[in-house]
């Protein structure tokens, strides 16, 4: 199952934007959950991630300060805001769940499974 990132758009330097993290077709609720973008002609990157009950998140350096990960599980849906956003925050974003034997904190792609078409945001400057 895949997990389905939506919400980006268009927006100026400085502006905001709410992505949410959806899995059709079955509950992701004991999960934790990570954001990772990746710009064009660059690799995929760790954002931001949130523990299964919501109680525990951790940023990349890049975004701290600038972004939030929440989740509301009886929506199953995980969220990450976007604030004071900068061109170089212009990417695709997508959402997948934390292998279960990987590392809590891990920032490695190979560590999230559940990858589905993300979500592009381009930032304007």
């Known amino acids: 199952v895949q997990l389905q990132a939506s919400g980006g758009g268009l927006v100026q330097a400085g502006g905001s934007l709410r992505l949410s993290c959806a899995a059709s077709g079955r509950t992701f609720s004991s999960s934790a959950v990570g954001w990772f973008r990746q710009a064009p002609g660059k690799e995929r990157v760790f954002a931001a991630a949130i523990s299964w009950s919501g109680t525990m998140t951790y940023y990349a350096d890049s975004v701290k300060g600038r972004f939030t990960i929440r989740r509301d599980n009886a929506k199953n849906t995980v969220y990450l805001q976007l604030d004071s956003l900068k061109p170089e925050d212009t990417a695709v974003y997508y959402c997948?769940?934390?292998?279960?034997?990987?590392?809590?904190?891990?920032?490695?792609?190979?560590?999230?499974?559940?990858w589905g078409q993300g979500t592009l945001v381009t930032v304007s400057s």
């Open positions: 997948a769940e934390l292998l279960a034997l990987a590392p809590w904190g891990s920032h490695q792609p190979q560590d999230f499974g559940s």
